[in-house]
């Protein structure tokens, strides 16, 4: 049964860090891209990052791009996102999901809020 | 970027009436690389339509995507009660964009 976790969310300050993590299960997270989509509270879907499946390539949206970082272990079959400087702007439920162009399937979400 | 507008922004139907929902895009989709998710309150996005009109594994027949270009529709032939959801289109064409969501509420 192919399956995806995250964990890692909670509540931080602006300018602070936070390490989501994404376990997957039922396949191999190396053999494809992976993806991390974020939803602000009562907003729509925004793309976060990717990497792709060699792990070579690394591509983020403007909206985080120097500040978060997405990794993974294929060790642990996770994936990973390295989230610093944390603005409000930041909260959102986060996904991590299987990327062959459309995203199938999703894990059922992280929730970071960023607050004072 | 390619911008996806979708709407309505709410359908208010009735189980066992059509649901038709839109998404065009503000330049060509290329290869129809459009997909379409469904997501209902507290659950994560899952997947019913890629390249414009595949359905994707397990989704119920129902369900029906068209379009090509710029001009997408998902179609739900019979709503049932669990189809009451929030609607989002993509492109996979160029990048990557979402809609902004059609919700489908009961009347």
């Known amino acids: 049964h192919v399956q995806l976790v995250e964990s890692g969310g909670g509540l931080v300050k602006p300018g602070g860090s936070l390490r989501l993590s994404c376990a997957a299960s039922g396949f191999t997270l190396s053999d494809y891209d992976m993806t991390w989509i974020r939803q602000a509270p009562g907003k729509g879907l925004e793309w976060v990052s990717k990497?792709?499946?060699?792990?070579?390539?690394?591509y983020y949206s403007d909206s985080v791009r120097g500040r978060f970082t997405i990794s993974r272990d294929t060790a642990k079959n996770s994936l990973y996102l390295e989230m610093n400087t944390l603005r409000v702007d930041d909260t959102a439920v986060y996904y991590c999901?299987?990327?062959?162009?459309?995203?199938?399937?999703w894990g059922q979400g992280t929730l970071v809020t960023v607050s004072s | 970027e390619i911008v996806l507008t979708q709407s309505p922004g709410t359908l208010s139907l009735s189980p066992g009436e059509r649901a038709t929902l839109s998404c065009r895009a503000s330049?060509?989709?290329?290869?129809?690389?459009l997909a379409w998710y469904q997501q209902k309150p507290g659950q994560a996005p899952r997947l019913l339509i890629y390249l414009a009109s595949s359905r994707a594994t397990d989704i119920p027949d129902r369900f029906s995507g068209s379009g090509s270009g710029t001009d997408f529709t998902l179609t739900i032939s019979r709503l049932e009660p669990e189809d009451f959801a929030v609607y989002y289109c993509?492109?996979?064409?160029?990048?990557?964009?979402f809609g902004g969501g059609t919700k489908v509420e009961i009347k």
């Open positions: 993509q492109q996979y064409g160029s990048s990557i964009t």
């Open positions: 330049q060509s989709v290329s290869n129809s690389y």
């Open positions: 999901a299987r990327n062959g162009g459309t995203f199938d399937p």
């Open positions: 990497i792709t499946s060699s792990g070579g390539a690394k």
